[in-house]
DNA sequence: ATTTCATTTGAAATATATTTCATATTTCAC
DNA sequence: GTGAAATATGAAATATATTTCAAATGAAAT
């Protein structure tokens, strides 16, 4: 299973594959803050909040800058702005519901009963 | 943990997150082809394929269509390709090793060695 | 140099997704 | 209709990712 794009994109797009991840990236569409406010911004421990930065830096997706005691993280619009646009476009043309979903299992679960209507694009 | 873009986004990216669906999205680049084609082109099991292809298809990333007994997968190129356009420009930019590298435990478990270097785009 | 605040880290516990295997459906040719 | 080919499905087995909790580190003020 490891393919040109396959390779390189895994861990590009499981990233952003994340509630907690995406929320933080939105969080910070309106300015860089410090750890402790993502984590209270977003009702979460403030060490899980940590992790997933970790993971957002990794990736490129967020940039760190050091202020004191603090440690304020800032979006990378370059990458993410386009991509939210291509994703809201999508969303718009192929998603039936406009985005009020269920995961993966849940969507399973309910393709069940209400047959497969393609697309769904968030989770409830 | 639920956010508007996390909201929406989440199972959009987690479809692309995974390296047989992104294997069977560059086979796909190369023109249509049906599930058993597909299946040996990347030697893998034909029901994991069928399994990932439904989920692509919930997505909108594949469109489905029945010719005789078989069916072919063809590419949402619309949706697709400017991904994967800012996926490269983005690794080419921001990813050291341009795409040679580890998954996220992997890379959790490098960084312990070779101290954080920011951004690995792949996986091993 | 001790205390305090902010953040990171590791590892176990938990949650979630993926693959496999056996079986069911669907479609077509005869 | 029966049989064979192509695909899909369900559920258990497996693999992977996430969160939590306790502890460690780092930076600044006193």
């Known amino acids: 299973m ?3 794009l396959s390779e390189t994109c895994h861990l590009f797009f499981s990233t952003l594959a994340n509630p907690a991840r995406l929320a933080i990236l939105e969080l910070l569409r309106n300015g860089s803050k410090n750890v402790t ?22 990736c490129g997706f967020v940039f760190p800058e050091r202020r004191k005691k603090e440690r304020f993280y800032s ?18 043309k192929y ?4 985005g009020k979903c269920l995961t993966q299992n849940g969507l ?17």
Chains 1, 2 share one sequence.
Do not use: D, V, W
């Not at 979006?75 to 718009?92: D, G, M």
């Not at 998603?95 to 406009?98: A, E, Y």
């Open 108 to 124: 399973r679960r309910k393709r069940k009963m209400a047959a497969a209507s393609p697309m769904c694009l968030s989770h409830q």
């Open 37 to 58: 406010e993502i984590a209270e911004g977003l009702n979460q421990e403030q060490s899980m909040i940590s992790h997933n930065l970790q993971l957002l830096y990794n």
């Open 2 to 4: 490891k393919h040109g």
């Open 95 to 98: 998603c039936p519901t406009k």
């Open 75 to 92: 979006l990378n619009k370059e990458t993410l702005e386009p991509l939210f646009k291509i994703f809201l476009y999508h969303a718009e």
